[in-house]
Nanobody, 126 residues
């Protein structure tokens, strides 16, 4: 599956951004999807994920209550709605996918994912 992330940009603290990830090449509904971020000089970190059905949603503590992950299987897209952004959210955001036959499974570690988008940069100014 090929992934294409978009929606990043330069925003001010307190703003919202909706990131989108378009998938192609395979049956999107067969894939667990996740979002990760990588700030300058830091390792890639988990942001959010959920199972193929959209159930079992999991968020990193730092974004819980501010970010929302969702998917539209009919449009082969996964979204990350980011609200109340802070400068610490500045990072390149990546979508990731892993094929799974289990409809309730999800993964929070980057090595567990097989496919990655190219990333979209979100810069939050104070």
């Amino acid at each position: 599956v090929q992934l294409q992330a978009s929606g990043g940009g330069l925003v001010q603290a307190g703003d919202s951004v909706r990131l989108s990830c378009a998938a192609s090449g395979e049956t999107f509904a067969n894939y667990i999807m996740g979002w990760f971020c990588q700030a300058p000089g830091k390792e890639r970190e988990f942001v959010a994920t959920f199972a193929r059905t959209g159930l079992n949603t999991v968020y990193a503590k730092s974004v819980k209550g501010r970010f929302t992950i969702s998917r539209n299987n009919a449009r082969d897209r996964v979204y990350l709605q980011t609200n109340s952004l802070i400068p610490g959210d500045t990072a390149v955001y990546y979508c990731a996918a892993r094929r799974s036959s289990v409809i309730t499974s999800y993964y929070t570690a980057a090595p567990q994912y097989d496919y990655w988008g190219q990333g979209t940069l979100v810069t939050v100014s104070s």
